[in-house]
């Protein structure tokens, strides 16, 4: 029937291929929109993702703090003559001098709202001040002290005023001090020192990442200690000395698989092993460090035998020619030249660790700890389940805390992957 | 003795020993210009005494300072008054540790007496004890070894060989912690999912419609096995398994078909870092956003439609969970997609197909091994994934496929009965383990799968 | 005379197998691919002028090509070539590797419109009508400028889905019964039928690699072309597969317009009945097969067929 010869005939199929040329071309359109839609799907929700904790977490980088004129009370602070660092009112002083400013406000439940506007780290701020330099006692001195965190949300607008006076924390009185107070300057905000340098609190002003910081830095330095020797060592043998066995192929599998296996059943593992067998302490960075380096083992493992791998046969060959053993063939050659490959593997497994906390709550780094850990028994916690804890505080203000929080550590984990892009990009080198 | 002075210690011993170890080699033969009659070079003579200074003592100490605790809370234990020396396990338990958080100065639940105080006096002298025997043990195994080793040094002997044989061993150990790794995991978590069979019937936990663990609580209360039913999780963790299999299957997929054959050098450039970075989002951050954010959402939305949906939605989970995946199987079909040759491509648009008839005939039938193959990665992930749903669904054991609702899953119900007090007795907690069992045996089965599926695609076509 | 960067094997390959493989692989012409810097001198020294020696033209011309350039990014991979290509006759495009004849090839279906640095200038028209036209589908051109590759791709699906792959997506068969007409039709037009006609069921993948080649003939004579561009359709193949596909290219040539890229002038001079010599991009010359290989007009083509270009 395709007799081509017959110019008939080819004209026939060209009618027939032109007569679904339109419909094809619609299918062909709406496929291609489908595949444009679904990648701005990903790519749209991380801008909205970003956008979001930007919008919530940026305020969290500055503290609104009330300036007031302290009057350093020997009557209040000393009323024995000495002054006595542990039991002395200093949450008095800064109340005080915020009292003198309104001395309209008389009756006692005013003036407990009125008190409510100063932060508890106030009296913290006093007690430091005289402790630095003891001459204060019975001066006047303008200090910045942190406001309370309803406030904090109110100045910066987190708090909707027009909202009904029951609906929201702050009352109408407290809204009308707090605009008396812009109004004279006495409100300013500054760089928010306290999330840097505090551990966690339960008032939110006083909450800082420091601790959780510090957890998640000591429980790095184990992951990598263990991790990055083992896996490297692992990768060579599994490169350059092991048989090509049954043993081998088991072990590649195992590899893979462990790769694939559940955060949350290391976190098991590490409570079985480490805290109830081992009898390690709960809550510290030595475990939690050494359940994440079990974690992170199969990335770094699989991405150093990819760097090993590229090393070209040739200069193996070339090495041993020359009657280096297998030994020196490994340490002096493929080593140094696979060491960027195992490099940048290691910090993208170390950026999995940082990000990591499901594990970490099963070995109990979920305590809701205010000293900052100083060391890698001391009971810690990390960045990731810090967040964790944070968000799970009704408070409005622990919310912008957490996005800040979140905001440290996607910074660190970009940081992190930027170095790993820029090791590959310097060391590669093309064979 | 500190620990870390203990191996700054041998640190320093191992130094010597190589240092003696290579001067020695090098005084039998007769100075440096004769060192062509040694068998190997001089620095392996020291490597090989410094490597008998130092392995046998390391082992020494390790076994030492995991073995340290058991035996000197055994000896406490042992001088106890009889009376507390039978109390029931949980109690004892409870006095250890009280022990030993007087002894290290922390706070102590319960007032301190005597007998308490005397133990804890005892618990401190004990480990000093202890921590002097194994500072003289180390120290004195450390210099024997040195000492065996440097005597043995001849010119004939195979230094090199014998240093990078004992090199191999610890490759072949660093190798063999990942299998050590699965060993634990299998075991740990047998082990006491096994214990927790003991307490509630395996089929019981396996076909049990109802899940309850709180009411064992207390130990008095009888009949607290019935409510260990982990059919609703499993349903749970389904229902929001397959919301997130919904949204990141087709969206990853077309992702990986958008970047492989229509977008321009430029946009794909752009595109694949960007979602790379989605890729490495902490889960909690995803959690939080769930939380927070997405979860509100669908509910006004839901109520805006008239749908009643609770404020812990198994849907604003799954959705959430579909997006976190999403790079994980865009970047599997990607690489299942350009796995099939170009070749293929090239004869489909020959034949005056268009770019989609040969995505959709041509390309995808070819690539589907390895596509399925990282759905099934893609569904152990989501079964696996904890952070999300333990902030953003719910503790509610329902049995229902209705999105709207709320649900549990076994890695929120494992966080829940792990996290805070416990007993490692209690079933409540055993539960947990049992738990782990299933979810690792799941994932286990589907990441073999999955990846075997995977590879031997690729194989397939090279 | 050694080209720099060629082997002397390589050249006496060209001469005697009728089957050797071209190193390149003009599937994916890579776009980098520049000339050694040896071959551009090669031609200013010999002082010869880039006119097409021969004729262009040939009665009945089916497809006319007038000054196509074609760059790939910075690569001028195609300077000014003009050709027609007659119905029914089969050109041989010939020439050394990298002389730009695959990429000619691959200008005449638009199949250069996938590579996203290509860009094609010049006019080329089938039947009087611009094939690069905003208003021509290449989906349309495509299924009437057939395609055969180097190597045989069958997809992976069954024998009659891969003949059957073209009539349905173009709906060319209103029928199954219509549909096994063309796929019975197209594998005896292949001399495929024989062998396969008990197992059109299995996968085309399990085909021998001869065979294979054929199903892609046949996959493609089933959307019914009137041109098949044939891009070294034997350079995969044993000599005796090979002499089976160029019986195979004789019968067709009564039907369709063929036009064979190859890298053995024996098989050029087998098949076709007129020859285009490329060299670097440009088309040398362009005459009767017998009169190329027996009184060739330019110096270029001369070293070609007498062994001095590879």
Same mark, same amino acid.
């Given at each position: 029937?395709?007799?081509?010869?017959?110019?008939?005939?080819?004209?026939?199929?060209?009618?027939?291929?032109?007569?679904?040329?339109?419909?094809?071309?619609?299918?062909?359109?709406?496929?291609?929109?489908?595949?444009?839609?679904?990648?701005?799907?990903?790519?749209?929700?991380?801008?909205?993702?970003?956008?979001?904790?930007?919008?919530?977490?940026?305020?969290?980088?500055?503290?609104?703090?009330?300036?007031?004129?302290?009057?350093?009370?020997?009557?209040?602070?000393?009323?024995?003559?000495?002054?006595?660092?542990?039991?002395?009112?200093?949450?008095?002083?800064?109340?005080?001098?915020?009292?003198?400013?309104?001395?309209?406000?008389?009756?006692?439940?005013?003036?407990?709202?009125?008190?409510?506007?100063?932060?508890?780290?106030?009296?913290?701020?006093?007690?430091?001040?005289?402790?630095?330099?003891?001459?204060?006692?019975?001066?006047?001195?303008? *200090?910045?002290?942190?406001?309370?965190?309803?406030?904090?949300?109110? *100045?910066?607008?987190?708090?909707?005023?027009?909202?009904?006076?029951?609906?929201?924390?702050?009352?109408?009185?407290?809204?009308?001090?707090?605009?008396?107070?812009?109004?004279?300057?006495?409100?300013?905000?500054?760089?928010?020192?306290?999330?840097?340098? &505090?551990?966690?609190?339960?008032?939110?002003?006083?909450?800082?990442?420091?601790?959780?910081?510090?957890?998640?830095?000591?429980?790095?330095?184990?992951?990598?200690?263990?991790?990055?020797?083992?896996?490297?060592?692992?990768?060579?043998?599994?490169?350059?000395?092991?048989?090509?066995?049954?043993?081998?192929?088991?072990?590649?599998? &195992?590899? &893979?698989?462990?790769?694939?296996?559940?955060?949350?059943?290391?976190?098991?593992?590490?409570?079985?092993?480490?805290? &109830?067998?081992?009898?390690?302490?709960?809550?510290?960075?030595?475990?939690?460090?050494?359940?994440?380096?079990?974690?992170?083992?199969?990335?770094?493992?699989?991405?150093?035998?990819?760097?090993?791998?590229?090393?070209?046969?040739?200069?193996?060959?070339?090495?041993?020619?020359?009657?280096?053993?297998?030994?020196? *063939?490994?340490?002096?050659?493929?080593?140094?030249?696979?060491?960027?490959?195992?490099?940048?593997?290691?910090?993208?497994?170390?950026?999995?660790?940082?990000?990591?906390?499901?594990?970490?709550?099963?070995?109990?780094?979920?305590?809701?700890?205010?000293?900052?850990?100083?060391?890698?028994?001391?009971?810690?916690?990390?960045?990731?389940?810090?967040?964790?804890?944070?968000?799970?505080?009704?408070?409005?203000?622990?919310?912008?805390?957490?996005?800040?929080?979140?905001?440290?550590?996607?910074?660190?984990?970009? *940081?992190?992957?930027?170095?790993?892009?820029?090791?590959?990009?310097?060391?590669?080198?093309?064979? | 003795?500190?620990?870390? #002075?203990?191996?700054?210690?041998?640190?320093?011993?191992?130094? $010597? +020993?190589?240092?003696?170890?290579?001067?020695?080699?090098?005084?039998?033969?007769?100075?440096?210009?004769?060192? $062509?009659?040694?068998?190997?070079?001089?620095?392996?003579?020291?490597?090989? #005494?410094?490597?008998?200074?130092?392995?046998?003592?390391?082992?020494?100490?390790?076994?030492?300072?995991? $073995?340290?605790?058991?035996? %000197?809370?055994?000896?406490?234990?042992?001088?106890?008054? @009889?009376?507390?020396?039978?109390?029931?396990?949980?109690?004892?338990?409870?006095?250890?540790?009280?022990?030993?958080?007087?002894?290290?100065?922390?706070?102590?639940?319960?007032?301190?007496?005597?007998?308490?105080?005397?133990?804890?006096?005892?618990?401190?002298?004990? %480990?000093? %004890?202890?921590?002097?025997?194994?500072?003289?043990? %180390?120290?004195?195994?450390?210099?024997?070894?040195?000492?065996? +080793?440097?005597?043995?040094?001849?010119?004939?002997?195979?230094?090199?060989?014998?240093? @990078?044989?004992?090199?191999?061993?610890?490759?072949?150990?660093?190798?063999?912690?990942?299998?050590?790794?699965?060993?634990?995991?299998?075991?740990?978590?047998?082990? @006491?999912?096994?214990?927790?069979?003991?307490?509630?019937?395996?089929?019981?936990?396996?076909?049990?419609?109802?899940?309850?663990?709180?009411?064992?609580?207390?130990?008095?209360?009888?009949?607290?096995?019935?409510?260990?039913?982990?059919?609703?999780?499993?349903?749970?963790?389904?229902?929001?398994?397959?919301?997130?299999?919904?949204?990141?299957?087709?969206?990853?997929?077309?992702?990986?078909?958008?970047?492989?054959?229509?977008?321009?050098?430029?946009?794909?450039?752009?595109?694949?870092?960007?979602? @790379?970075?989605?890729?490495?989002?902490?889960?909690?951050?995803?959690?939080?956003?769930?939380?927070?954010?997405?979860?509100?959402?669908?509910?006004?939305?839901?109520? $805006?439609?008239?749908?009643?949906?609770?404020?812990?939605?198994?849907?604003?989970?799954?959705?959430?969970?579909?997006?976190?995946?999403?790079?994980?199987?865009?970047?599997?079909?990607?690489?299942?997609?350009?796995?099939?040759?170009?070749?293929?491509?090239?004869?489909?648009?020959?034949?005056?197909?268009?770019?989609?008839?040969?995505?959709?005939?041509?390309?995808?039938?070819?690539?589907?091994?390895?596509?399925?193959?990282?759905?099934?990665?893609?569904?152990?992930?989501?079964?696996?994934?904890?952070?999300?749903?333990?902030?953003?669904?719910?503790?509610?054991?329902?049995?229902?496929?209705?999105?709207?609702?709320?649900?549990?899953?076994?890695?929120?119900?494992?966080?829940?009965?792990?996290?805070?007090?416990?007993?490692?007795?209690?079933?409540?907690?055993?539960?947990?383990?049992?738990?782990?069992?299933?979810?690792?045996?799941?994932?286990?089965?589907?990441?073999?799968?999955?990846?075997?599926?995977?590879?031997?695609?690729?194989?397939?076509?090279? | 005379?050694?080209?720099?960067?060629?082997?002397?094997?390589?050249?006496?390959?060209?001469?005697?197998?009728?089957?050797?493989?071209?190193?390149?692989?003009?599937?994916?012409?890579?776009?980098?691919?520049?000339?050694?810097?040896?071959?551009?001198?090669?031609?200013?020294?010999?002082?010869?002028?880039?006119?097409?020696?021969?004729?262009?033209?040939?009665?009945?011309?089916?497809?006319?090509?007038? =000054?196509?350039?074609?760059?790939?990014?910075?690569?001028? !991979?195609?300077?000014?070539?003009?050709?027609?290509?007659? /119905?029914?006759?089969?050109?041989?495009?010939?020439?050394?590797?990298?002389?730009?004849?695959?990429?000619?090839?691959?200008?005449?279906?638009?199949?250069?419109?996938?590579?996203?640095?290509?860009?094609?200038?010049?006019?080329?028209?089938?039947?009087?009508?611009?094939?690069?036209?905003?208003?021509?589908?290449?989906?349309?051109?495509?299924?009437?400028?057939?395609?055969?590759?180097?190597?045989?791709?069958?997809?992976?699906?069954?024998?009659?889905? =891969?003949?059957?792959?073209?009539?349905?997506?173009?709906?060319? !068969?209103?029928?199954? !019964?219509?549909?096994?007409?063309?796929?019975?039709?197209?594998?005896?037009?292949?001399?495929?039928?024989?062998?396969?006609?008990?197992?059109?069921?299995?996968?085309?993948?399990?085909?021998?690699?001869?065979?294979?080649?054929?199903?892609?003939?046949?996959?493609?004579?089933?959307? =019914?072309?009137?041109?098949?561009?044939?891009?070294?359709?034997?350079? !995969?193949?044993?000599?005796?597969?090979?002499?089976?596909?160029?019986?195979?290219?004789?019968?067709?040539?009564?039907?369709?317009?063929?036009?064979?890229?190859?890298?053995?002038?024996?098989?050029?001079?087998?098949?076709?009945?007129?020859?285009?010599?490329?060299?670097?991009?440009?088309?040398?010359?362009?005459?009767?097969?017998?009169?190329?290989?027996?009184?060739?007009?330019? /110096?270029?083509?001369?070293?070609?067929?007498?062994?001095?270009?590879?």
């Amino acid at each position: 029937m395709s007799s081509a010869d017959d110019p008939s005939a080819h004209s026939a199929t060209r009618r027939k291929v032109e007569a679904g040329l339109a419909r094809r071309r619609l299918r062909e359109r709406l496929f291609k929109g489908f595949g444009l839609a679904a990648t701005a799907v990903g790519i749209l929700f991380l801008c909205v993702f970003v956008y979001t904790l930007v919008a919530q977490g940026a305020s969290a980088f500055r503290q609104t703090e009330l300036q007031l004129d302290v009057h350093f009370d020997r009557d209040v602070l000393a009323p024995d003559g000495e002054l006595d660092l542990e039991y002395a009112d200093f949450d008095a002083i800064p109340r005080d001098a915020l009292r003198a400013m309104f001395p309209d406000v008389t009756s006692r439940g005013d003036r407990r709202e009125l008190n409510r506007l100063i932060s508890i780290a106030a009296g913290f701020q006093i007690r430091d001040m005289l402790v630095d330099d003891p001459s204060l006692l019975g001066e006047t001195r303008t *200090v910045r002290v942190p406001a309370a965190a309803n406030v904090d949300m109110l *100045v910066k607008g987190h708090i909707d005023r027009a909202l009904d006076e029951a609906l929201r924390p702050v009352s109408d009185r407290q809204v009308q001090w707090i605009e008396a107070l812009q109004a004279n300057g006495r409100i300013e905000q500054h760089f928010n020192t306290a999330l840097f340098t &505090n551990g966690d609190s339960r008032e939110p002003e006083l909450a800082g990442i420091r601790g959780a910081l510090m957890g998640s830095l000591y429980m790095l330095l184990v992951t990598v200690v263990l991790a990055f020797p083992i896996g490297v060592a692992a990768a060579i043998y599994l490169e350059e000395f092991a048989p090509r066995s049954r043993w081998s192929d088991l072990i590649e599998v &195992n590899i &893979n698989n462990l790769a694939a296996v559940p955060s949350i059943v290391f976190g098991l593992l590490g409570l079985a092993v480490f805290i &109830n067998w081992m009898a390690l302490p709960r809550s510290a960075p030595l475990v939690g460090g050494l359940v994440l380096s079990l974690l992170t083992l199969p990335v770094i493992i699989i991405a150093s035998r990819a760097a090993i791998q590229s090393v070209p046969p040739s200069i193996r060959e070339a090495a041993l020619g020359l009657g280096a053993s297998r030994m020196q *063939v490994v340490f002096h050659h493929v080593l140094p030249l696979a060491l960027p490959g195992m490099l940048t593997g290691t910090i993208i497994g170390m950026s999995r660790a940082l990000g990591e906390s499901a594990p970490l709550l099963m070995i109990g780094m979920v305590a809701f700890i205010v000293d900052v850990p100083g060391g890698f028994t001391d009971p810690a916690t990390a960045l990731p389940v810090q967040i964790y804890l944070w968000a799970d505080s009704p408070e409005r203000a622990f919310a912008e805390r957490t996005s800040a929080a979140i905001l440290v550590l996607l910074g660190f984990l970009l *940081v992190m992957n930027l170095a790993a892009v820029i090791i590959r990009k310097r060391m590669e080198r093309k064979w | 003795m500190q620990n870390t #002075t203990l191996i700054l210690l041998l640190a320093g011993m191992a130094a $010597a +020993a190589f240092y003696l170890g290579r001067s020695r080699s090098l005084a039998l033969v007769g100075g440096v210009s004769n060192s $062509a009659m040694l068998h190997s070079l001089p620095g392996y003579y020291g490597y090989f #005494t410094a490597v008998w200074c130092l392995l046998p003592a390391l082992a020494v100490m390790l076994v030492w300072v995991l $073995a340290e605790p058991r035996v %000197v809370i055994a000896l406490v234990v042992d001088g106890l008054a @009889e009376s507390q020396k039978n109390l029931s396990a949980g109690e004892l338990n409870l006095l250890v540790n009280n022990i030993r958080n007087l002894a290290a100065g922390d706070a102590v639940s319960g007032s301190v007496d005597a007998s308490l105080q005397a133990a804890a006096d005892r618990y401190n002298a004990l %480990v000093g %004890v202890s921590r002097w025997m194994l500072a003289g043990l %180390v120290l004195g195994i450390a210099t024997l070894g040195a000492l065996s +080793a440097w005597r043995r040094i001849r010119p004939d002997l195979r230094a090199r060989n014998r240093v @990078e044989r004992v090199i191999e061993y610890l490759l072949i150990a660093a190798s063999s912690i990942a299998i050590l790794t699965t060993i634990g995991i299998v075991l740990s978590v047998l082990f @006491e999912a096994l214990r927790f069979f003991q307490k509630v019937p395996f089929t019981e936990f396996l076909f049990g419609l109802n899940w309850s663990p709180q009411t064992a609580i207390r130990a008095d209360q009888v009949g607290s096995s019935g409510s260990f039913g982990a059919v609703p999780l499993f349903a749970g963790t389904l229902l929001i398994t397959v919301i997130a299999m919904c949204v990141a299957v087709p969206v990853g997929l077309m992702t990986a078909i958008y970047l492989a054959e229509y977008s321009s050098n430029r946009v794909r450039a752009i595109a694949k870092p960007l979602l @790379e970075i989605l890729a490495g989002i902490p889960t909690v951050v995803y959690g939080f956003f769930a939380a927070l954010t997405v979860a509100p959402w669908v509910r006004r939305t839901g109520e $805006a439609l008239g749908i009643e949906v609770a404020s812990e939605s198994a849907l604003a989970a799954g959705l959430v969970m579909g997006i976190m995946i999403i790079p994980l199987v865009s970047s599997l079909s990607d690489d299942a997609i350009h796995a099939v040759p170009s070749s293929m491509r090239d004869g489909a648009l020959g034949l005056g197909s268009t770019r989609s008839e040969t995505m959709t005939r041509v390309i995808l039938p070819a690539a589907l091994p390895g596509i399925v193959g990282g759905i099934l990665l893609a569904v152990s992930r989501a079964i696996g994934e904890t952070m999300i749903v333990v902030m953003a669904a719910g503790l509610a054991a329902n049995l229902t496929a209705n999105p709207f609702e709320a649900v549990t899953t076994v890695t929120v119900q494992i966080v829940t009965l792990l996290v805070g007090d416990q007993e490692f007795d209690s079933a409540k907690t055993l539960a947990a383990f049992a738990l782990g069992l299933v979810l690792f045996v799941m994932t286990l089965c589907l990441n073999v799968v999955g990846l075997s599926v995977v590879r031997k695609y690729r194989e397939q076509y090279e | 005379m050694t080209m720099p960067g060629m082997s002397e094997a390589e050249v006496t390959h060209a001469q005697q197998a009728p089957t050797d493989v071209e190193p390149e692989r003009p599937s994916a012409p890579p776009p980098r691919r520049a000339a050694p810097h040896g071959e551009r001198q090669h031609v200013r020294v010999s002082g010869l002028s880039d006119e097409t020696v021969g004729d262009i033209h040939c009665d009945n011309p089916f497809m006319v090509a007038r =000054n196509v350039n074609v760059h790939y990014g910075e690569n001028h !991979a195609i300077q000014d070539v003009s050709l027609d290509i007659g /119905k029914e006759q089969v050109i041989a495009l010939i020439g050394p590797s990298g002389c730009g004849k695959s990429t000619f090839l691959r200008c005449l279906n638009r199949m250069n419109d996938s590579i996203e640095s290509a860009r094609v200038t010049g006019s080329i028209s089938l039947d009087g009508q611009d094939i690069y036209s905003r208003d021509l589908d290449p989906v349309a051109l495509r299924a009437r400028v057939g395609m055969v590759f180097q190597k045989p791709n069958p997809f992976p699906k069954s024998i009659y889905d =891969n003949v059957a792959y073209g009539p349905r997506i173009h709906g060319l !068969a209103a029928d199954r !019964a219509e549909l096994d007409d063309i796929v019975h039709t197209s594998l005896e037009r292949a001399g495929l039928l024989q062998e396969v006609k008990d197992r059109l069921d299995e996968p085309g993948t399990g085909l021998s690699g001869g065979q294979q080649q054929r199903l892609c003939i046949a996959r493609t004579i089933a959307v =019914n072309p009137e041109v098949i561009l044939m891009d070294e359709p034997c350079s !995969a193949l044993d000599p005796i597969a090979t002499a089976r596909i160029e019986d195979l290219m004789d019968e067709l040539s009564r039907d369709y317009a063929i036009v064979i890229v190859t890298h053995s002038m024996q098989q050029a001079a087998r098949v076709s009945r007129r020859v285009a010599y490329f060299h670097l991009g440009r088309l040398v010359e362009v005459d009767d097969t017998d009169r190329i290989f027996t009184n060739p007009q330019h /110096k270029l083509t001369e070293d070609y067929i007498t062994g001095r270009i590879g």
